[in-house]
Antibody
Framework: QVQLVESGGGVVQPGRSLRLSCAAS????????MYWVRQAPGKGLDWVAA????????HYAASVKGRFTISRDNSKNTLYLQMNSLRVEDTAMYYCARAARGISSYCQHWGQGTLVSVSS | DIQMTQSPSTLSASVGDRVTISCRAS??????LAWYQQKPGKAPKILIYKASILETGVPSRFSGTESGTELTLTISSLQPDDFATYYCQQYYSFPFSFGQGTKLEIK
């Protein structure tokens, strides 16, 4: 069955960087677009970024554009989110999700999330 | 960017009730809308996509409709397992966006 396991979260100071990973299994990773979605404590879902199956098509939310970079390594079945210049408002649970089909799709499968806390 | 306005933010209901949650898009999204259910401490789960198509394994008491930019999730007869928070999401154009969520509480 589809499994998505996020890692790399933790406590970091404002202005610092962090890289999240999402290890995928149970499906042909190279065939599917992937997303990052976050959720601040007690708040709603916030779409962050999308990447096509081959990494050629990428989109970001305005709030993270220029600071975050989504990427993937299809040889390792892994999705990444490089987060630079972190802000207090980036504090959230970060979920990776698999698209149902191409990049313009819904989140069909979700990981359990990794928590990022940005605090001085 | 497309804004999704979801209502109500909180809904109190009883087991067996029929409930409706609404989501209004700021522009046409041609039905490219998904509904998710999230329980405390858990990842969201897909319920409905393309406005009205039930994901495999989702009970038939869930349904979705579309009328222009107004989209609706209906639960025909609430079960104890349905008390959760529900979100809509448009995937018509980037950046994708979610509604603010509706917390469905036991009355």
């Amino acid at each position: 069955q589809v499994q998505l396991v996020e890692s790399g979260g933790g406590v970091v100071q404002p202005g610092r960087s962090l890289r999240l990973s999402c290890a995928a299994s149970g499906f042909l990773f190279k065939d599917y677009a992937m997303y990052w979605v976050r959720q601040a404590p007690g708040k709603g879902l916030d779409w962050v970024a999308a990447i096509s199956y081959d990494g050629s098509n990428i989109h970001y939310a305005a709030s993270v554009k220029g600071r975050f970079t989504i990427s993937r390594d299809n040889s390792k079945n892994t999705l990444y989110l490089q987060m630079n210049s972190l802000r207090v408002e980036d504090t959230a649970m970060y979920y990776c999700a698999r698209a149902a089909r191409g990049i313009s799709s819904y989140c069909q499968h979700w990981g359990q999330g990794t928590l990022v806390s940005v605090s001085s | 960017d497309i804004q999704m306005t979801q209502s109500p933010s909180t809904l109190s209901a009883s087991v067996g009730d029929r409930v409706t949650i609404s989501c209004r898009a700021s522009q046409s999204i041609s039905g490219w809308l998904a509904w998710y259910q999230q329980k405390p401490g858990k990842a969201p789960k897909i319920l409905i996509y393309k406005a009205s198509i039930l994901e495999t394994g989702v009970p038939s008491r869930f349904s979705g409709t579309e009328s222009g930019t107004e989209l609706t999730l209906t639960i025909s007869s609430l079960q104890p397992d349905d008390f959760a928070t529900y979100y809509c999401q448009q995937y018509y154009s980037f950046p994708f966006s979610f509604g603010q969520g509706t917390k469905l509480e036991i009355k």
